[in-house]
Nanobody, 122 residues
Framework: QVQLVESGGGSVQSGGSLTLSCAVS????????MGWFRQAPGKEREGVAI???????SYADSVKGRFTISQDNAKNTLYLQMNSLKPEDTAMYYCAQSSLLCGLEWTFFNYWGQGTQVTVSS
């Protein structure tokens, strides 16, 4: 089965930068979309950024202009470059894969990583 393993989380000051990585292994017949989601304690899981296999991307309004999603197919790795971090970006970040649908809706995704914590202090 498909396995997703996130890394790169940590603690940074407001205005700082951080890059998250997601190593993808295993096999699936269909890989439509990869995405990053986040969830803070007591809050709903929200879509941060997604990238379709065809290359198009979509971002949550709250991170547009600050975050960039990309993937290196040769390395089977998904990335999320986060700049100008704010305290409200503090959350557990998950990478995920969808076999069919692509969008910022978490219910579209059927494979998930274990998450990596991002904490932004003011």
């Amino acid at each position: 089965q498909v396995q997703l393993v996130e890394s790169g989380g940590g603690s940074v000051q407001s205005g700082g930068s951080l890059t998250l990585s997601c190593a993808v292994s295993g096999y699936t017949y269909s890989r439509t979309c990869m995405g990053w989601f986040r969830q803070a304690p007591g809050k709903e899981r929200e879509g941060v950024a997604i990238i379709h296999n065809d290359g198009w991307t979509s971002y949550a309004d709250s991170v547009k202009g600050r975050f960039t999603i990309s993937q290196d197919n040769a390395k089977n790795t998904l990335y999320l470059q986060m700049n100008s971090l704010k305290p409200e970006d503090t959350a557990m970040y998950y990478c995920a894969q969808s076999s069919l649908l692509c969008g910022l809706e978490w219910t579209f995704f059927n494979y998930w990583g274990q998450g990596t914590q991002v904490t932004v202090s003011s």
